[in-house]
């Protein structure tokens, strides 16, 4: 099968650690092609980098639609554009956030999630109250990082985040970790046997959740929300993505 993983912000070593770490899980016969929008911010932190990140991501999908995909996978923990990916995608859309939440309440009654910026955590809390899975987490902590500080080993970064998951375990009597940001792919496992608990990266889990809907052969209902947009003109720098 093939897996589309678009990164949504325009930063090329971002992309290139998401598609690692989803080549890490993926299955034998699972082709992982990883895209990067050329037009938007370089990172996603909060609802303002969000909103110029979301016309060049479905620019991507799009593509990849055309190219064959067999499910879309949006590598950005605030599940930028996801609603608007499921209704404009041929194929089945998971948003990294959204598959780290669901891994996480199947292991542990309780759990948290620990993002990079303080900026992040109001979306953050939005999209938990959208799925129903608000009341299984226990809080989400910021270690105030910005995101391309995870693309260099030599920051502090780690320590941070480490920081808070001590503080999550202790305080917020958290049972697993769910790490809120897509950069943050490659600390999962380190992170996970310093801490004595599961660590739980979106990426992977979105990969593997995005292999079971394409192995039982389930699509997007049309019935609702995510019907395909009906045919109208886009005026603009948007006119190529007219329905």
Do not use: W
Not at 76 to 100: Q, S
């Amino acid at each position: 099968m093939r897996l589309h993983v678009v990164n949504p912000n325009t930063t090329t070593s971002m992309t290139a650690k998401i598609a690692a770490a989803a080549r890490s899980v993926a299955l034998p016969d699972t082709m992982i092609d990883a895209r990067q929008p050329t037009m938007g911010p370089v990172s996603i932190e909060g609802f303002y980098d969000e909103a110029f990140a979301v016309p060049g991501m479905l620019g991507c999908i799009r593509e990849a639609d055309r190219d064959g995909a067999n499910a879309h996978i949006i590598a950005c923990f605030d599940d930028t554009g996801l609603d608007a990916a499921r209704a404009a995608a041929n194929a089945p859309v998971i948003g990294i956030g959204e598959a780290g939440f669901h891994m996480a309440s199947l292991i542990a009654a309780r759990f948290a999630v620990v993002t990079t910026l303080g900026v992040s955590i109001v979306p953050i809390e939005y999209n938990l109250k959208k799925y129903g899975l608000a009341e299984r987490c226990a809080r989400v902590r910021a270690a105030e990082v910005p995101v391309l500080a995870l693309e260099e080993r030599n920051t502090d970064a780690l320590a941070k985040i480490s920081t808070e998951i001590t503080a999550a375990i202790r305080d917020d009597r958290a049972e697993a970790i769910v790490l809120g940001c897509a950069g943050m792919a490659d600390l999962a496992a380190e992170l996970g046997a310093t801490h004595g608990l599961p660590v739980i990266d979106g990426v992977a889990a979105a990969v593997t959740l995005a292999e079971s809907l394409v192995r039982l052969g389930l699509k997007t209902s049309r019935l609702g929300p995510y019907a395909s947009p009906r045919s109208k003109i886009y005026s603009g720098p948007f006119s190529s993505f007219q329905p």
